[in-house]
T-cell receptor, first 110, second 114 residues
Framework: RKEVEQDPGPFNVPEGATVAFNCTYS??????FFWYRQDCRKEPKLLMS???SGNEDGRFTAQLNRASQYISLLIRDSKLSDSATYLC???????????FGTGTRLQVFP | DTEVTQTPKHLVMGMTNKKSLKCEQH?????MYWYKQKAKKPPELMFV???????INESVPSRFSPECPNSSLLNLHLHALQPEDSALYLC?????????????FGPGTRLLVL
């Protein structure tokens, strides 16, 4: 079983749609959680950290369920510019390592 | 400023060549990383430097040799690479000891080994 699992997609959605990505992790010692966004042939960029209480940044909402070892990302009112690969990333307690999921590809069409 | 810079942006080398990739950050971060990323795959960790000392080597072949001359610089020396080593090489940095430990990535060096 992979340490961090994501549906690879692709998710093809129209502009204005709401789309949700899920991610599960296997290591219960996981401490910190992030969503990164990676555009084609570019570096990963931090989209948002994920907190236990859930957090929101504009059109983006992240949720964490430690009991189920599950993370989600909700994107509302999708824009064409949201088209990218979204990487679920987990940091294990007391290590310097980030564990990346395989990424979920989103394509927003007009 | 959350900028990590990498040079060169592109590199083509033969299997007998020796080359180096460079990475620089001026955010005062104490941890720096090298990742390798193949097409349609997530980044794979290669090395971690913490306070200028190598703290993690993910069983990387010796033809890849990292070096951290100071807290702002990280090099990756390449020698006798194979075509399958062709990939995007990403450098990242983070502040040691911070709870969130966000890593910031550079734009990468796209390497082609012929």
């Amino acid at each position: 079983r992979k340490e961090v699992e994501q549906d690879p997609g692709p998710f093809n959605v129209p502009e204005g749609a709401t789309v949700a990505f899920n991610c599960t992790y296997s290591n219960s010692a996981s401490q910190s959680f992030f969503w990164y966004r990676q555009d084609c042939r570019k570096e990963p960029k931090l989209l948002m950290s994920v907190y236990s209480s859930g957090n929101e940044d504009g059109r983006f909402t992240a949720q964490l369920n430690r009991a189920s070892q599950y993370i989600s990302l909700l994107i509302r009112d999708s824009k064409l510019s949201d088209s990218a690969t979204y990487l679920c990333v987990v940091k294990v307690y007391n290590t310097d390592k980030l564990i990346f999921g395989t990424g979920t590809r989103l394509q927003v069409f007009p | 400023d959350t900028e990590v810079t990498q040079t060169p942006k592109h590199l083509v080398m033969g299997m007998t060549n020796k080359k180096s990739l460079k990475c620089e950050q001026h955010m005062g971060h104490r941890a720096m990383y090298w990742y390798k990323q193949k097409a349609k795959k997530p980044p794979e960790l290669m090395f971690v430097y913490s306070y200028e000392k190598l703290s993690i080597n993910e069983s990387v072949p010796s033809r890849f040799s990292p070096e951290c001359p100071n807290s702002s610089l990280l090099n990756l020396h390449l020698h006798a690479l194979q075509p399958e080593d062709s990939a995007l090489y990403l450098c990242a940095s983070s502040q040691w000891g911070q709870e969130e430990e966000t890593q910031y990535f550079g734009p990468g060096t796209r390497l082609l080994v012929l």
